[in-house]
């Protein structure tokens, strides 16, 4: 019984997620819509930087949408289907996305730009590499902690947006009338701070899942068993 209704659970959560990704993605995209680089919500040093980070955002919410996806129950029991959507994720997201963020950050003035947005750009092409290394090997459970962990560091531009108006509530009791007024227009100026922030979050919250204890570790263990089975 736990097992039947974890599934539907779990896949709820996914779509929840989904729609998530999709609603924040259309947010996060739409100032760079135009290509006018002086509707950039971080600061740009010319032109090459400013289409760099383009490419960096559009590709990321490729993989921010497909991410969620991965996880729905239904999806994962179609093979070629759920091997479809990785590939994209990863080839059409994660990997130039990420190789995109490296000269990004680089490119930036802000030291804590470049280690907000340098680090988890390594990290996610590490935890894809191991990944798919691992779903080779047919090691489903450990593709599966891998996935989730590089998911985690995809939905940082969810989470350092959400970091970022809480920051600044954080600032409030501190700092004095004339100052509450014209808070809103350090936004940007939070933004990598957010993002220095959130990836670190992100990975947190995302150990913590694949630790907690449940029936979908037998179930993926399952999984991997049969696959093995019928690749003899």
Same mark, same amino acid.
């Given at each position: ?12 959560? /996914? ?12 947010v996060l995209v739409s100032p760079y819509l135009g290509l006018d680089s002086g509707d950039s919500r971080l600061d740009v040093s010319g032109g090459a ?10 590709? =990321? ?9 991965? +996880? ?24 130039? %996305? ?24 390594v990290l996610w092409l590490i935890t894809g590499w191991l990944a798919i290394r691992a779903a080779r090997r047919r090691d489903f459970l450990r593709h ?10 995809? +939905? ?18 501190? /700092? ?5 007024? %014209?808070?809103? =227009?350090?936004?940007? /100026? ?11 979050v992100n990975l947190v919250v995302a150990e913590l899942l694949i630790r907690r204890p449940g029936p979908w570790r037998a179930q993926v263990a399952t999984?991997?068993?049969? =696959?093995?089975?019928? %690749?003899?």
């Open positions: 019984m736990i097992q039947h209704r974890s599934r539907p659970a779990r896949g709820r959560r /996914s779509w929840l997620m989904l729609i998530v990704a999709v609603v924040s993605g259309g930087h400013y289409y760099l980070l383009v490419a960096h955002i559009f590709t =990321a919410l490729v993989a921010l949408v497909l991410g969620p996806l991965q +996880f729905v129950p239904a999806i994962r029991a179609r093979r070629r289907v759920h091997r479809a959507i990785g590939r994209c994720y990863l080839l059409a997201g994660v990997l130039p %996305s990420a190789l995109a963020a490296v000269p990004v950050a680089m490119l930036s003035d802000r030291l804590i730009t470049q280690i907000g947005l340098t680090i988890p750009a599966r902690n891998w996935m989730m962990r590089n998911y985690a560091l995809t +939905f940082l531009a969810v989470t350092s947006r959400i970091l970022v108006p809480l920051l600044l509530l954080a600032r409030v009791p501190f /700092s004095d009338t004339a100052e509450v007024g %014209s808070i809103g =227009a350090d936004a940007p /100026s939070m933004i990598p701070i957010g993002q220095a922030l959130g990836w670190i999984l991997g068993a049969s =696959a093995a089975r019928s %690749s003899m």
